[in-house]
């Protein structure tokens, strides 16, 4: 618990984290605003944007707050990448020099961290939905609850990530380069079907297991992947993530 605490104070006192959720707020106002707001508003100028109505806005809306996944990724990268151009990392080392706990207070912190902001994202989202959006009706207790599960499982895999490309390269911004490049490239090999059966995107857009209205669903790899499928993807690359922070870490500071 001491190590947990730790992060937490840690992180709680980095300008880092309060600043990336601005930038996520901004970002899921301007999705919130293209989607469901501008195909009411100037119908002429929206043909392609499909209309969305309630409930399915609200689970759509989720899967894309969801997606946001460069968020874990910085936030993992900064926060343990910094630790390694100061005494910090050596320093807690010598305090604590067991490496599993070291490695499992920052991954738990982090993710936790990630999932707050994304579930306040979500949040925004469904507020505008509730005031905005034509329809009825909305998700269930139940299916709110199956969100929390599902989105948390996304940030376990991408924080993981994050943490595995810092903990090998050792170096910030090259970390960086590395994980967004797997963020932007992994939806594109996605489409291809020997890629979207262990794609990380595919994966996380299967969890959802909705139908992309306007004829979208066909440039959204994971729409045919099973729910079960998805989830072992999932945890392989977080077990991945994990395996790469600890061998990076274990080989380099031996």
Known sequence: MSLLHAEYLKLSR???????????????????????????????LAEDV??????IAYIFGAQQVAGQTWFPLILAVVMLGSEFGSTVWATALTRDPRRVGQISARFVVLALASLLAITAGIAGWSIVTAIAVPGEGGPSVDEWLNLVWKVGLIELAWTAIGLGAVAQLRSVGPAIGAALALYFIDPILGLWGPWETVSLSAA???????????????????????????????????????????????????
């Open 14 to 44: 980095r300008r880092l984290y309060y600043m990336m959720v601005v930038i996520l707020a901004a970002l899921v106002g301007l999705l919130a605003f293209f989607l469901l707001i501008f195909a009411q508003i100037a119908p002429d």
């Open 50 to 55: 499909p209309l969305l109505r309630k409930p």
């Open 204 to 254: 996380s857009s299967a969890l959802f297991q909705i139908d992309i209205p306007g004829g979208f669903g066909a440039f959204v790899p994971g729409t045919d992947l099973s729910l079960p499928h998805a989830v072992t993807v999932m945890l392989g690359w977080t077990a991945l993530g994990l395996f790469l922070t600890w061998w990076g870490l274990h080989r380099r500071d031996a």
